[in-house]
Structures are given as structure tokens and as C-alpha cells.
């Protein structure tokens, strides 16, 4: 009888370290591979990084504000020059979230329609699809097919803000959406709350950017307007009738940039309609700046609340 006991006692010991060690083992944590296996969808998009995989921060819901939001109103537009295609993000097709994607040979004549949207701190001081270190305090952009690195103009269809982007990041992989701006240039185009917008969205030539840029240094002067124009004043009348305008203080407040001459004149004729202030179309190179001004000290407040009753809630100050 005592024999049996012990027997029992044994497989009994037995049985408890057997729990154990199972019990230890179905806490240990996954290796290194096993991890990566499991966030992996199989995106292979070039390069590989967190933008262009399912587990990385692409993935995540929603992205994020600065935590203390600079005034990025004053951010310059990306200058076009020409550059050699990058190295990296440049493969004729490329695959993510098992969708096969297709980079175009040259961005010669590029236009198109679509819906923007921006990404900001979850991937700022990341690399981007070509190698390079995503700034969202800068001006640039990521598309799904355009050459990287390709300068773009993206326009507003909501309020005709234009800025200069340039592209060197791969997505956005949402079907409905265009391209995916900086932080600032979702800023400048007045986007960042909606999260999206309505955009027109040009690729540029440098070689042609620098070319008329080059032919409007020296009249880099604003456009006439025909509607306030009068015969030059002579230096007796400029003696006897200085301009009434304060010689200090005295500021426009830019509502819009823009390529073409002709929306930009139409835009001003329309608001000349609307406030009782003065607006003028302001080339510089190949942009055209809708501006309303001269404005004092003291009337910013009430043309800014006429701007803002006009719809336009997208204003910075030009001196």
C-alpha cells in the first residue's frame, strides 16, 4: 500500500512542474520575428518603412496637432529647380495593403482634381519614401504616382489658396484622396480642421518655373487695375495733394495666391463688390497675391470681420 502512495505522490510532482513550465511558457514574450510577422500585411512598397507597412504608424487612427502649433503662415513655397530622380521610392510599381501601385515616367503636363488631406507629428522625423527626413514645417507632399522627387501647385478649390509643394513621400493609400500635404501646407490651404479639402493639383516644370521667373524679376510689380486706374500724376499734383494713405502702420491683408492672372483679377473684382475697402492683385514671379489694403492701424478689425463675413477666414497681414 505504501508502495502505491508513493508512486502516486511522484506522478503527482510530476504533474505540477508540468503545469509550470506550461504555465511559463504560454507568458513568454514573442520573438523578434514573430512580432514583425504579426504587424506585417505584406506591403512592399520602396523603401520599407512605417509610412508604407499596415503595422507601422500609417496604420494608426488618426494623426496629431503639434503640441504647441507654430505660425506656419510665413512657411515659403518649395522653389522648383531641377533635380535627379531620388534612388529610393522610384521602382515602376510597387505594392501596399496588397494593392499595386504605378509611378509615372515624368510628371510632364500633370493635372488633376482631387481630395487633400495632411499628415503631421506622427510621422514628422521620419524618413519618407525616398530616404529623406519628413519636415511637416516645410512644404511638402506625398502622392501615390508622381516621380520623387516632383514640385507641385496645389490649389484650393474652396478659397483659391495656392502654395508650392514638393513631393517625396509615397501615399496617400486611400482611394478617394489625391495627395497628402505637410502640416504647413495643410495650414496655408486651410485644411488642417476639416481634415480634408478640394484641391487642384498641378506639377510644374522647374526648368519652365525658373525661366518665367527669370523674365519677372524685373516687373515684379502689382498688376494693373483697370478699374482704379488713372493718368500718372505729375510731381506738382504729388506736392499739392500727398496721398492721404498713413505713412505708418499701414498693412494688406493677403487673402489668396494664385496661378492664374485671370482667376485672380476675377477674385478682386468680386470682393470689390463685397467690402468697401481696396483690393489689388500683387504679381511676384509666377503667383498672383489677392490683396485687400491699404489698411490702417485701426480699420484691420473691421476689414477683417468684412473679409470674414465674405468667406474668407484665411487671412495674414503683408507689409
Avoid at 239 to 267: C, H, T, W
Wanted: hydrophobic fraction near 30%; include cysteine; proline fraction near 7%.
Amino acid at each position: 500500500m505504501k508502495y502505491y502512495v508513493n508512486v502516486w505522490q511522484q506522478l503527482g510532482c510530476a504533474a505540477l512542474i508540468l503545469v509550470v513550465v506550461s504555465g511559463c511558457a504560454s507568458h513568454e514574450p514573442m520573438s523578434g520575428s514573430s512580432q514583425s510577422a504579426q504587424n506585417r500585411t505584406g506591403a512592399s512598397a520602396e523603401p520599407s518603412n512605417d509610412r508604407d507597412t499596415a503595422g507601422g504608424r500609417y496604420a494608426m487612427s488618426g494623426d496629431a496637432y503639434p503640441l504647441e502649433p507654430p505660425d506656419v503662415s510665413s512657411v515659403p513655397d518649395a522653389v522648383p529647380r531641377d533635380e535627379p530622380l531620388s534612388r529610393a521610392g522610384n521602382r515602376s510599381t510597387y505594392e501596399v495593403w496588397g494593392k499595386t501601385y504605378h509611378v509615372l515616367p515624368d510628371a510632364d503636363g500633370y493635372t488633376k482634381q482631387g481630395l487633400a488631406s495632411w499628415y503631421g507629428e506622427k510621422f514628422h522625423g521620419y524618413a519618407t519614401s525616398n530616404g529623406e527626413i519628413y519636415d511637416m514645417y516645410k512644404m511638402s507632399a506625398a502622392h501615390r504616382s508622381l516621380p520623387l522627387p516632383t514640385y507641385a501647385r496645389v490649389t484650393s478649390e474652396r478659397n483659391g489658396q495656392s502654395v508650392i509643394v514638393r513631393v517625396n513621400d509615397r501615399g496617400p493609400f486611400h482611394s478617394d484622396r489625391e495627395i497628402d500635404l505637410s502640416y504647413a501646407a495643410a495650414a496655408r490651404l486651410g485644411i488642417l480642421d476639416e481634415g480634408t479639402g478640394a484641391v487642384t493639383v498641378e506639377a510644374i516644370n522647374p526648368e519652365q518655373w525658373q525661366a518665367q521667373r527669370s523674365r519677372n524679376t524685373s516687373r515684379s510689380t502689382p498688376v494693373p487695375d483697370t478699374a482704379t486706374a488713372s493718368a500718372p500724376e505729375t510731381p506738382e499734383r504729388n506736392r499739392d495733394n500727398p496721398p492721404s494713405e498713413p505713412s505708418g502702420g499701414v498693412v494688406y491683408l493677403q487673402i489668396a495666391a494664385l496661378g492664374d492672372p485671370q482667376n485672380a483679377q476675377k477674385m478682386r473684382s468680386e470682393l470689390s463688390n463685397t467690402i468697401s475697402h481696396d483690393v489689388r492683385v500683387n504679381q511676384d514671379d509666377d503667383i498672383y497675391r489677392v490683396q485687400v489694403g491699404p489698411v490702417a492701424a485701426d480699420q484691420e478689425s473691421d476689414a477683417r470681420k468684412a473679409l470674414h463675413d465674405a468667406g474668407f477666414t484665411d487671412v495674414f497681414i503683408v507689409r
